[in-house]
């Protein structure tokens, strides 16, 4: 049994879909690299799994448990954490208030606060430099490390980011990237919206998403077909 089991989703925000039975097993351990166009449906996906849209028909099961929707907050305390598209933090708030609310459902345990603050500021110790910094005036890379980093709070079982590398220099890119390789190898379940091939060399396997279905879902050398290998890896 895979960690993460999505079956027929059909997920939209009115009367029509948006995805149209998406299916879909995340193996816990893996990094799975989910890529597509503007408007493919990533973002849509990861949302239904985070529990922030209800879909329509379908199933999703977190180690066993059926959770398609359920509310947010209440997937976060099973171990499920979404890094959101568009680096959202909390502008106003410092790196510390921004990572404290992330760490919001694990309150009561100052124990699992001390570690995750501790392992966040070991990936990015860029962060640890800027506690008290308000988070609206940190530089984008920093904004979306402060964004995987708040998601790392809760201890997730399963890592979801949104556009890890969008708007990023390749170098920090590069380093937000290896920072995500650190992650999983630190027993992390990850699952990675890109567009960006550089994130290949960190996959485990890749979904390919195109108009709210999956085309392809294999290890990156198997994508044959020359249509997805340039429109999705630029070779
Ligand atoms: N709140 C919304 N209300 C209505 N339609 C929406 C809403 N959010 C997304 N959509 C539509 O759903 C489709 C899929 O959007 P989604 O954001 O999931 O794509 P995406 O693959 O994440 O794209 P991008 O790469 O641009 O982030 C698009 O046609 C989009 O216009
Ligand atoms: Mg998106």
């Known amino acids: 049994m895979a960690l993460l089991e999505v079956r027929d989703l059909v997920v939209g925000y009115g009367p029509h879909p948006v995805l149209h039975g998406v299916s879909l097993d995340i ?10 166009l503007n408007g493919a449906g990533k973002t849509t996906t990861v949302s239904a799994i985070a529990g922030l849209l209800a879909p329509s028909s ?15 907050a209440a997937l976060v305390a099973s171990g499920i954490s979404l890094s959101p598209e568009g680096r959202r ?4 708030l410092t790196v510390e208030q921004n990572l404290q609310l ?15 603050r501790q392992l966040v500021f070991d990936y990015f110790p860029r962060l640890a430099e800027r506690g008290d910094q308000v988070a609206g005036t940190l530089s984008g890379g920093e904004q979306q490390m402060l964004a995987i980093g708040r ?10 980011v949104d556009e890890a590398s969008l708007g990023l220099s390749p170098t920090v890119a590069r380093t937000v990237f290896e920072v ?4 999983n190898d630190d027993g992390t379940t990850v699952l990675i919206v890109e567009q960006n091939a550089g ?22 050398d198997e994508i044959r077909d020359a249509d997805l290998r340039s429109t999705y890896l630029g070779a």
């Not at 448990?65 to 359920?70: F, H, K, L, V």
């Not at 994130?199 to 990156?220: C, H, S």
Request: proline residues 5%; hydrophobic residues 45%.
């Open 89 to 92: 933090v909390f502008a106003r």
């Open 102 to 116: 992330g760490g919001w459902v694990r309150r009561k345990d100052a124990a699992v606060a001390r570690t995750q």
């Open 58 to 72: 379908g199933t999703i099961t977190f180690d066993g448990q059926p959770i398609a929707g359920r509310p947010a």
């Open 199 to 220: 994130v290949l060399p960190y996959a485990d396997r890749v979904l390919i998403m195109e108009k709210g279905t999956l085309v392809f879902t294999g290890v990156g």
């Open 27 to 36: 193996e816990a351990g893996e990094t799975c690299v989910l890529f597509g």
């Open 180 to 183: 995500m390789d650190r992650i």
């Open 151 to 160: 998601a790392l709070m809760s201890q997730p079982r399963l890592l979801l």
